[in-house]
């Protein structure tokens, strides 16, 4: 069995783009699907203190274009791995 550990960080303020994504209904069951789960619309922004190391096949990259395919038009931001 694989090993867990939690994360912690601090959290804070963003720029309120999450909510209004998470919000479109193609959005959340795309999100649904990949995660498995059913998600709550808005964000929880944490800095974490050093870089996440991506240990084991648990942890995958999902590409923002995944999601939606105009992510970067509403959000101006474009996602890296």
Known sequence: MQSHRDLSGIVQPGRGLGASLIAD???S???QKLAGFSVVPGTLNVR???PL???GACWRYVAA???TADWETRTGQA???
């Open 29 to 31: 069951e795309t999100l």
């Open 65 to 67: 274009a995944e999601i």
């Open 79 to 81: 996602a890296t791995s």
């Open 25 to 27: 209904q193609a959005v």
């Open 53 to 55: 190391e991506r240990v």
């Open 48 to 50: 974490l203190p050093r």
